[in-house]
């Protein structure tokens, strides 16, 4: 019976409700691009320290774990190595460059250099590992292979400022990576003496007889406490901060403050949406209090003009998310890979359940007013 009196009026008034399901839509479409928007600025801040197969990081003390300002040595790695509890560990560095692609562009990316075959080295989806400590190879990130359409066996130029005059530098591409952005950039991995060799110097005959690294990433040994071997190496080794992937992720130069207004925009979305929704459907039931109460007085009962109150709410907001979410799809179609936009099943459901909330929470006002309607006084306000 509730039902059927939902649908009915749904029906008969179906152009207003349609209306509203319309504003519900650009609410969703709101909320599902403010929420694959936070995803994609999370991930393009902290992909790379996730996908690390490392347990804990290690950088300067006084660096605040801030990877790009941290410097580490060799020695502090041999050090590293010799803690117990402690079953790998490598030097990672960072700086960046230009690729220059067929086209004759160029796209920043971020040079990292690794340990060949230690701790850091990224997942291959085809090619093979770096070899050798000093030659002009490099892996590539899927995306930024296919923006440049290149594979494995192909040579791909790099430039950097050495000095004050941009030198080239031409490697070949020996394994494609799994997708690695390092702060926005994605990621192009070389021999940690090849990438001293190709980073930006401050002199163009600067060299290193051992580079510094920017941060140690460590394995620990099977049974081994993350916070045992912390404690071992903070105790033993000078100089230098220890601390899990997340904390060092969250201590990024605006990582916290960019999540936290994403997170505020999404919060805003969804209460206006609540506002709005109770807004509409009070108006809606005040509109019809005179046929509330001649239900009422025919002997319909409380909980069956609450029931179908409840379901009016509950279609208007089903079709206005549905709606939102074909016109996001449509949308998301034509928006330039360089918008940091990342759907996933988690963030969707996640978005979609909210809005599924906004609408029960925002009609329970006129849910609780359908409810309270004397029969009497509704039938003669409508005289």
């Known amino acids: 019976m509730a039902f059927y009196l939902a649908i009915k009026e749904f029906w008969r008034a179906r152009g207003r409700f349609?209306?509203?399901?319309l504003v519900i839509a650009l609410i969703t479409v709101l909320v599902l691009f403010v929420a694959a928007l936070g995803r994609g600025l999370s991930d393009a801040n902290r992909q790379f320290i996730d996908k690390l197969d490392a347990d804990v990081l290690v950088t300067q003390e006084n660096a605040d774990l801030v990877l790009t300002a941290s410097r580490v040595s060799g020695q502090t790695l041999n050090e590293v190595r010799r803690i117990e509890g402690v079953q790998a560990a490598g030097l990672l560095a960072f700086s960046n460059a230009s690729l220059l692609l067929p086209d004759g562009e160029d796209v920043d990316v971020s040079l990292v250099g690794i340990e060949p075959g230690q701790v850091g080295a990224p997942t291959l989806?085809?090619?093979?590992?770096l070899r050798n400590r000093y030659g002009n190879q490099l892996l590539l990130d899927e995306n930024i292979a296919r923006q440049a359409g290149v594979g494995v066996g192909d040579e791909v130029v790099l430039e950097t400022i050495q000095g004050s005059e941009t030198e080239s530098f031409t490697l070949t591409v020996v394994g494609i990576t799994d997708e690695r952005q390092f702060f926005f950039a994605p990621s192009v991995y070389l021999p940690l003496y090849t990438w001293d060799k190709v980073k930006p110097q401050a002199e163009a005959s600067a060299r290193s007889?051992?580079?510094?690294?920017?941060?140690?990433?460590?394995?620990?040994?099977?049974?081994?406490?993350?916070?045992?071997?912390?404690?071992?190496?903070?105790?033993?080794?000078?100089?230098?901060a220890v601390a899990d992937k997340e904390t060092v992720v969250s201590a990024q130069p605006g990582y916290t403050a960019q999540q936290g207004t994403v997170s505020a925009q999404r919060g805003f979305a969804l209460v206006i949406g609540v506002l709005v929704v109770g807004g509409f459907f009070q108006i809606q039931t005040l509109q019809k209090v005179p046929q509330i109460g001649m239900l009422k007085a025919i002997g319909v009962r409380n909980r069956t003009v609450a029931l179908s109150a409840f379901y009016q709410i509950l279609i208007v907001t089903v079709v206005g998310v549905a709606l939102g979410g074909l016109v996001t799809f449509l949308l998301a179609l034509g928006i330039p890979p360089v918008v940091p936009l990342r759907f996933t099943f988690a963030t969707i459901a996640a978005a979609v359940g909210s809005l599924m909330l906004i609408g029960p929470l925002g009609g329970m006002v006129s849910v609780r007013l359908a409810v309270r309607i004397e029969p009497l006084s509704a039938i003669a306000q409508g005289k």
């Open 18 to 21: 349609m209306l509203f399901s």
């Open 125 to 129: 989806l085809e090619g093979s590992d």
């Open 209 to 240: 007889s051992a580079p510094l690294g920017n941060i140690i990433a460590v394995q620990l040994a099977e049974g081994a406490s993350a916070d045992d071997v912390s404690a071992r190496i903070l105790a033993r080794i000078d100089d230098v």
